[in-house]
């Protein structure tokens, strides 16, 4: 059976649900408690000796014990559904480098790249692929911003469009 802890308390109910287990007959552990409340459910996972010993060298080397890092990473990756893109530290930080921004979340990294890629003039907006904006980012010298460059360019673009400026 499973075992709980109550850390707090409401009278609103909830439930905390473990998966079946591979027994032939699917048992269902429910331990229930109340909204606000954390309930510890104790399962059994079984993971063949590298992946665990990798685990416990990254725990040891947070001052923490692997299975407090088992359950961390499984409270991070509850809504993951199997699909999507994710990434390892090493790959977090190139996508950070590649848009000038620590990324610490899906939602940080969308929100910067949706910002560095639209250029926003009055009421609408333009889109800039990423290949347009690598190959701007080269162009860009010393004491000059980025910004800057994009919006002479833009300005000098127009102009010219408007016949401004000679072509």
């Known amino acids: 059976m499973s075992q709980?802890?109550?850390?707090?308390?409401r009278n609103e109910p909830t439930k905390?649900?473990?998966?079946?287990?591979?027994?032939?007959?699917?048992i269902k552990r429910v331990a229930v408690g109340t909204v606000n409340e954390?309930?510890?459910?104790?399962?059994?996972?079984?993971?063949?000796e590298p992946t665990y010993d990798i685990l416990a060298s990254q725990a040891i080397a947070r001052g923490i014990t692997p299975e407090e890092?088992?359950?961390?990473?499984?409270r991070i990756a509850r809504d993951w559904t199997g699909e999507g893109i994710h990434f390892n530290i090493a790959q977090a930080?190139?996508?950070?480098?590649?848009?000038g921004h620590t990324v610490s979340d899906a939602e940080?990294?969308?929100s910067r790249l949706e910002t560095i890629c639209t250029l926003t003039v009055g009421d609408f907006s333009i889109v800039l692929e990423p290949r347009l904006l690598q190959r701007?980012?080269?162009?860009v010298f010393r004491g000059?911003?980025?910004?800057?460059?994009?919006?002479?360019?833009?300005?000098?673009?127009?102009?010219?469009?408007?016949?401004?400026?000679?072509?």
Request: hydrophobic letters at 45%; charged letters at 20%.
């Open 4 to 9: 709980t802890t109550p850390i707090a308390h």
């Open 16 to 26: 905390a649900t473990t998966a079946p287990t591979a027994h032939a007959k699917s």
């Open 38 to 48: 954390v309930v510890l459910v104790r399962a059994t996972v079984e993971l063949d």
């Open 69 to 74: 890092l088992m359950s961390e990473r499984l």
């Open 93 to 99: 930080r190139r996508l950070g480098a590649a848009i």
């Open 108 to 110: 940080g990294a969308l």
């Open 136 to 139: 701007l980012r080269t162009r």
């Open 144 to 167: 000059q911003t980025l910004e800057k460059v994009v919006e002479q360019q833009v300005i000098l673009g127009l102009k010219r469009f408007c016949g401004l400026e000679p072509a």
